[in-house]
C-alpha cells in the first residue's frame, strides 16, 4: 500500500513540474528581455561623465541650424575632442567587418594596410583645433585668410591618407575571394 501512495506522489509532482516548464520559460524569455533595459537604467558610478550633450552636428530645424547651437558644439570640440571614441568606433566597425568577410592568415597584411588607411582618416585634435580654432584663440579668429590656410594644408594631407587608402582597397580586393568580396558589400542606406 506504500508503495502506491508513493507512486501517485511522484506522479502528481511530475505533473506539477511538466505544468511549470512553460511557466519558467516565459519567465526566463522575459527577464532577458528586460534586463538590458534595467541595466541601462542603472546609474554607474564607473562611468565617465562627459558633457551633458553629444558632439554630433547640431539639429537642424526648418533646414535652418540655430547658429548659438553650432557655436557652442565647436566650443565643445575645441575643449574635449580627443579623437579616440571615433577611433574606438571606426576599429570595432572594422573589427566586425573582418569576422563577417572571414579574413584568412594568408590576407592579414592587406587588411591590416586598410584598416590602418581607414583609421588614419578620423581627424585628431590638431587637425579639428585647425579649423574649429583653438579654446584660447582669439575670438575675433586668426590673421586674414588663416583659418582658408588651415583648411588646405588639411585637405593636401588627407588628399595623400586618401590616396594612401585608395591603394589599401585596390590591395585587399586583390586578395579576397569571390565570396569574400561579396560578404563585403555594403548595402545603400536608405531613409525608407
Known amino acids: 500500500m506504500r508503495n502506491l501512495q508513493d507512486l501517485s506522489i511522484d506522479?502528481?509532482?511530475?505533473?506539477?513540474?511538466?505544468?511549470?516548464?512553460?511557466?519558467s520559460l516565459v519567465a526566463g524569455v522575459t527577464l532577458a528581455?528586460?534586463?538590458p533595459f534595467a541595466a541601462v537604467s542603472q546609474d554607474n558610478p564607473f562611468a565617465i561623465k562627459g558633457p551633458a550633450y553629444p558632439p554630433e552636428l547640431p539639429v537642424v530645424f526648418g533646414g535652418v541650424p540655430d547658429i548659438y547651437d553650432v557655436a557652442e558644439r565647436l566650443d565643445h570640440l575645441r575643449h574635449f575632442y580627443t579623437g579616440k571614441a571615433a577611433r574606438f568606433?571606426?576599429?570595432?566597425?572594422?573589427?566586425?567587418?573582418?569576422?563577417?568577410?572571414?579574413?584568412?592568415?594568408?590576407?592579414?597584411d592587406e587588411?591590416?594596410?586598410?584598416?590602418?588607411?581607414?583609421?588614419?582618416?578620423?581627424?585628431?585634435?590638431?587637425?579639428?583645433?585647425a579649423l574649429?580654432?583653438?579654446?584660447?584663440?582669439?575670438?575675433?579668429?586668426?590673421?586674414a585668410f588663416g583659418r582658408i590656410e588651415a583648411l588646405a594644408d588639411v585637405l593636401s594631407v588627407y588628399g595623400e591618407k586618401g590616396a594612401a587608402l585608395k591603394?589599401?582597397?585596390?590591395n585587399?580586393?586583390?586578395?579576397?575571394?569571390?565570396?569574400?568580396?561579396?560578404?563585403?558589400?555594403?548595402?545603400?542606406?536608405?531613409?525608407?
Do not use: C, H
Not at 591590416?112 to 585628431?124: F, I, Q, S, W
Not at 579654446?135 to 575675433?140: F, Q, R, W
Open 11 to 23: 506522479n502528481e509532482l511530475e505533473s506539477t513540474v511538466k505544468k511549470l516548464i512553460p511557466l
Open 33 to 35: 528581455a528586460v534586463m
Open 89 to 108: 568606433r571606426l576599429a570595432g566597425a572594422l573589427s566586425s567587418q573582418e569576422t563577417a568577410i572571414g579574413i584568412r592568415a594568408d590576407q592579414q
Open 111 to 129: 587588411w591590416r594596410a586598410y584598416t590602418a588607411a581607414m583609421l588614419a582618416l578620423v581627424p585628431d585634435a590638431g587637425t579639428v583645433r
Open 132 to 143: 574649429a580654432g583653438a579654446p584660447d584663440e582669439d575670438p575675433a579668429g586668426p590673421e
Open 167 to 170: 591603394t589599401a582597397v585596390e
Open 172 to 192: 585587399l580586393r586583390a586578395v579576397l575571394t569571390e565570396e569574400q568580396l561579396e560578404a563585403s558589400r555594403f548595402p545603400r542606406l536608405t531613409l525608407r
